[in-house]
């Protein structure tokens, strides 16, 4: 058995079924062993991509979704896919083949020294240089890429390494799941006591809790607590409160001007479970309200001027909920305090029921909204990409189930959505796929319309068509004085570009089109493309009050 093999053997035991992957001469030892193993190879049309993918594989299991890359610019692709990934959550292992190990210091075809510039993007990164350590390198990578909040790691494997015999049994337990236990109970005492003072204590619900094996635990905190909560882009949403009554407040991110950011200005006791800063920067929401700030999460938090917690609970986010939760007592609300959730409650019911009546045409991105509302189910999975698009879904889209919404909130990736459409068909069969992006993000990563089609995914993917970068572009006019300078994008024909992959592609030249396409696309058993021209032309609004200018 050589090292190929070996790795091959190593990740079926882990309980790897896909690897997304482009070979190349360095690396295509271990596409040769996939041939006789029971793990699916999904040959994609580019290495960032393949990154996105097994991403995606990755925030949905709970395991590594593995990419599998050739070496030199096979590897250097990889880096923007594994940077998001660690920045969002989403453990992935990648293995990128290398130079033998006597070229590793020449000028010779491919060599790059991948491990030193993947390093900084993720959490592990090293190379295997002798086949008695393929097993000890796997595992750690694996380990890190899984533990505390997830990310990314690399696995270098020179070709001769691949190609060398492989000595010895395959490890029985390698990569085992690590499980932590709750925080330390003196901080949980104290976070008590803290929170046992408050009158109007909110909860900041981030990334990780919307995880769906936390699921349990944050419904019960959030239900026995009452109190009330708001959401990151990414973070557990209305799904985590009581449907009988009002405790969620919104999403929050970007901009600091939402119903939930007043709620967290108000609030005297902010409560935070699996937040990460880089999800919704702390200057924006705690640099001048005064209270008390408890933070819970799976490892400990950056020091930051503007997020310095009085108690810090960190381990097992289920187990710390769980501990805390008998600990409080019943609160003694501000006699206001119903009424702020109530009233920022209100106003997003209210933003969203404007949409039904816009009629006019470009489509307003209220209209698209109401028109997915009216076919999203509690099965169906979100894949957002980036741009003004995803700010309008965060804000006014409810998720109804644990990372029904695939977003990348840190490093706002543009090319995401579509990737992340087909890595969701896989990993749930079961659920309608709907992805969206604008037209500039689109193009990332179009050309996996052919990888779609190849290995059969079915998904639905919107297009909100400016013509424009116009996330960008409504940022600089506000900064610029109107100014705007290359934002400006030309036109495809999207029905005969999805053809073109043997896809099919939709035009919306009437707001009315929307729902019935959106109909008849979901039933479709080939991948449906809808091009929407949008109207942005009131997205300076987002930078401003948004609840008061979208009811204008």
Same mark, same amino acid.
């Given at each position: 058995?050589?090292?190929?093999?070996?790795?091959?053997?190593?990740?079926?035991?882990?309980?790897?079924?896909?690897?997304?992957?482009?070979?190349? =001469?360095?690396?295509?030892?271990?596409?040769?062993?996939?041939?006789?193993?029971?793990?699916?190879?999904?040959?994609?049309?580019?290495? #960032?991509?393949?990154?996105?993918?097994?991403?995606?594989?990755?925030?949905?299991? $709970?395991?590594?979704?593995?990419? /599998?890359?050739?070496?030199?610019?096979?590897?250097?692709?990889?880096?923007?896919?594994?940077?998001?990934?660690?920045?969002?959550?989403?453990?992935?292992?990648?293995?990128?083949?290398?130079?033998? /190990?006597?070229?590793?210091?020449?000028?010779?075809?491919?060599?790059?020294? &991948?491990?030193?510039?993947?390093?900084?993007?993720?959490?592990?990164?090293?190379?295997?240089?002798?086949?008695?350590?393929?097993? +000890?390198?796997? $595992?750690?990578?694996?380990?890190?890429?899984?533990?505390? !909040?997830?990310?990314?790691?690399?696995?270098?494997?020179?070709?001769?390494?691949?190609?060398?015999?492989?000595?010895?049994?395959?490890?029985?337990?390698? $990569?085992?799941?690590?499980?932590?236990?709750?925080? =330390?109970?003196?901080?949980?005492?104290?976070?008590?006591?803290?929170?046992?003072?408050?009158?109007?204590?909110?909860?900041?619900?981030?990334?990780?809790?919307?995880?769906?094996?936390?699921?349990?635990?944050?419904?019960?905190?959030?239900? $026995?607590?009452?109190? @009330?909560?708001?959401?990151?882009?990414? &973070?557990? &949403?209305?799904?985590?409160?009581?449907?009988? !009554?009002?405790?969620?407040?919104?999403?929050?991110?970007?901009?600091?001007?939402?119903?939930? +950011?007043?709620?967290?200005?108000?609030?005297?006791?902010?409560?935070?479970?699996?937040?990460?800063?880089?999800?919704?920067?702390?200057?924006?929401?705690?640099?001048?309200?005064?209270?008390?700030?408890?933070?819970?999460?799976?490892?400990?938090?950056? #020091?930051?001027?503007?997020?310095?917690?009085?108690?810090?609970?960190?381990?097992?986010?289920?187990?710390?909920?769980?501990?805390?939760?008998?600990?409080?007592?019943?609160?003694?609300?501000?006699?206001?305090?119903?009424?702020?959730?109530?009233?920022?409650?209100?106003?997003?019911?209210?933003?969203?029921?404007?949409?039904?009546?816009?009629?006019?045409?470009?489509?307003?991105?209220?209209?698209?909204?109401?028109?997915?509302?009216?076919?999203?189910?509690? !099965?169906?999975?979100?894949?957002?990409?980036?741009?003004?698009?995803?700010?309008?879904?965060? !804000?006014?889209?409810?998720?109804?189930?644990?990372?029904?919404?695939?977003? @990348?909130?840190?490093? #706002?990736?543009?090319?995401?959505?579509?990737?992340? =459409?087909?890595?969701?068909?896989?990993?749930?069969? +079961?659920?309608?796929?709907?992805?969206?992006?604008?037209?500039?993000?689109?193009?990332? @990563?179009?050309?996996?319309?052919?990888?779609?089609?190849?290995?059969?995914?079915?998904?639905?993917?919107?297009?909100?068509?400016?013509?424009?970068?116009?996330?960008?572009?409504?940022?600089?006019?506000?900064?610029?004085? &109107?100014?705007?300078?290359?934002?400006?994008?030309?036109?495809? +024909?999207?029905?005969?570009?999805?053809?073109?992959?043997?896809?099919?592609?939709?035009?919306?030249?009437?707001?009315?089109? /929307?729902?019935?396409?959106?109909?008849? =696309?979901?039933?479709?058993?080939?991948?449906?493309?809808?091009?929407?021209?949008?109207?942005?032309?009131?997205?300076?609004?987002?930078?401003?009050?948004?609840?008061?200018?979208?009811? #204008?």
């Amino acid at each position: 058995m050589t090292c190929a093999e070996a790795l091959v053997r190593m990740l079926e035991s882990m309980g790897v079924t896909h690897v997304f992957g482009i070979p190349g =001469a360095k690396i295509d030892a271990v596409f040769i062993a996939l041939l006789d193993s029971k793990i699916k190879l999904v040959v994609c049309r580019h290495e #960032q991509n393949a990154a996105f993918m097994a991403a995606t594989m990755g925030r949905l299991t $709970g395991r590594v979704g593995v990419c /599998l890359v050739t070496s030199g610019p096979g590897v250097s692709n990889l880096t923007t896919g594994l940077l998001t990934a660690t920045s969002e959550g989403s453990p992935v292992l990648a293995i990128g083949g290398e130079v033998p /190990l006597a070229d590793r210091l020449k000028q010779t075809h491919q060599s790059f020294d &991948g491990v030193s510039v993947l390093r900084p993007v993720t959490k592990f990164a090293a190379e295997v240089v002798t086949p008695g350590e393929l097993g +000890d390198i796997l $595992g750690n990578a694996v380990r890190a890429a899984e533990s505390g !909040r997830p990310g990314s790691a690399f696995l270098s494997l020179p070709k001769d390494i691949g190609l060398a015999p492989f000595e010895g049994e395959i490890p029985p337990s390698l $990569g085992r799941p690590l499980k932590q236990g709750p925080g =330390a109970l003196s901080e949980i005492e104290k976070a008590a006591a803290l929170i046992n003072a408050s009158t109007k204590p909110v909860i900041l619900l981030g990334m990780l809790s919307s995880d769906s094996r936390d699921q349990r635990a944050v419904q019960d905190f959030v239900r $026995g607590t009452s109190f @009330s909560y708001v959401s990151t882009f990414q &973070g557990a &949403g209305k799904w985590a409160g009581p449907e009988e !009554r009002t405790q969620f407040g919104g999403r929050v991110g970007i901009f600091s001007n939402q119903p939930g +950011d007043r709620l967290l200005q108000d609030s005297d006791c902010v409560i935070t479970v699996g937040y990460d800063p880089i999800e919704y920067d702390t200057s924006l929401w705690n640099s001048t309200r005064t209270g008390s700030l408890i933070a819970i999460d799976v490892i400990p938090s950056d #020091q930051d001027r503007n997020f310095l917690p009085h108690a810090e609970i960190v381990g097992d986010l289920s187990a710390s909920l769980d501990l805390l939760l008998p600990l409080l007592g019943k609160t003694k609300f501000a006699p206001d305090y119903r009424d702020s959730v109530a009233k920022a409650d209100t106003e997003l019911a209210e933003i969203a029921s404007v949409g039904a009546r816009y009629s006019g045409f470009p489509v307003h991105p209220l209209r698209v909204i109401h028109e997915l509302s009216q076919v999203v189910t509690d !099965r169906t999975t979100l894949a957002l990409d980036i741009g003004s698009m995803y700010i309008w879904m965060g !804000r006014y889209f409810p998720a109804k189930f644990p990372r029904q919404f695939l977003i @990348s909130n840190g490093q #706002q990736t543009l090319g995401v959505a579509l990737p992340s =459409a087909i890595a969701a068909n896989i990993a749930r069969p +079961d659920s309608p796929i709907i992805s969206l992006s604008g037209d500039g993000g689109f193009l990332f @990563s179009a050309a996996e319309l052919e990888t779609a089609r190849r290995i059969g995914s079915r998904f639905v993917h919107l297009i909100w068509d400016s013509g424009s970068y116009d996330m960008v572009a409504f940022q600089e006019e506000a900064h610029y004085g &109107g100014r705007t300078a290359g934002i400006t994008l030309g036109q495809i +024909d999207v029905v005969a570009f999805a053809a073109a992959f043997g896809c099919r592609g939709v035009q919306i030249n009437h707001p009315d089109e /929307l729902a019935p396409a959106l109909r008849e =696309a979901l039933a479709s058993t080939v991948p449906v493309i809808i091009n929407i021209p949008i109207d942005y032309s009131g997205n300076l609004a987002l930078m401003e009050e948004v609840h008061e200018a979208a009811l #204008q």
